[in-house]
């Protein structure tokens, strides 16, 4: 067994490193540091949400639209309103990371056209397989019946 030299010579004292006491720093700022908000950033308020039981239960009545991976029901409102949204999923869709997932991809393909909803309040639904189709073709579907909406109602 071989043993490496050591050698008997300590190098030389450096300074200790320093470090700055967190008021000391220049470049932070002297201000009392708050927690980031939390909860949802408030709505653009181009589409606002359904909140009223009536208005479920309407949606419940209304008649049920499919598109591929996507439903909607639509109850007409008044046109100079903005647009009401809902977005629902089934427990058979999966586990919860599924179903979120889910709701969030519609509501993207939903802001996608905005510029085309009407008055009214949307239920949009989606299963299992709207969180893995493409988005381009979410948002398709979606787009598709909302134009449906658009050429019954005229």
Same mark, same amino acid.
Do not use: K, W
């Given at each position: 067994?071989?043993?490496?030299?050591?050698?008997?010579?300590?190098?030389?004292?450096?300074?200790?490193?320093?470090?700055?006491?967190?008021?000391?720093?220049?470049?932070?700022?002297?201000?009392?540091?708050v927690?980031?908000?939390?909860?949802?950033?408030?709505? *653009?308020?181009?589409? =606002?949400?359904?909140?009223?039981?009536?208005?479920?239960?309407?949606?419940?009545?209304? =008649?049920?639209r499919?598109g591929?991976?996507?439903?909607?029901?639509?109850?007409?409102?008044?046109?100079?309103?903005?647009?009401?949204?809902?977005?629902?999923?089934?427990?058979?869709?999966?586990?919860?990371?599924? =179903?979120?997932?889910v709701r969030?991809?519609?509501?993207?393909?939903?802001?996608?056209?905005?510029?085309?909803l009407?008055?009214?309040?949307?239920?949009?639904?989606?299963?299992?397989?709207?969180?893995? *189709?493409?988005?381009?073709?979410?948002?398709?579907? *979606?787009?598709?019946?909302i134009?449906?909406?658009?050429?019954?109602?005229?």
């Open positions: 067994m071989r043993e490496a030299p050591v050698p008997t010579q300590q190098p030389q004292a450096q300074e200790d490193a320093r470090f700055p006491h967190p008021h000391a720093d220049a470049r932070r700022s002297g201000r009392h540091q927690p980031a908000p939390t909860g949802p950033r408030p709505a *653009v308020g181009l589409i =606002r949400s359904v909140r009223d039981r009536a208005t479920f239960d309407a949606l419940a009545r209304a =008649r049920h499919s591929g991976v996507v439903t909607l029901r639509f109850v007409p409102g008044d046109p100079a309103s903005p647009p009401r949204l809902a977005v629902a999923t089934a427990h058979s869709s999966g586990n919860a990371v599924i =179903r979120n997932r969030r991809r519609l509501r993207a393909a939903v802001a996608a056209h905005r510029d085309e009407v008055g009214g309040a949307y239920l949009f639904g989606g299963g299992r397989e709207a969180a893995t *189709v493409s988005f381009a073709s979410l948002r398709d579907a *979606v787009g598709g019946l134009r449906s909406v658009r050429e019954e109602g005229t």
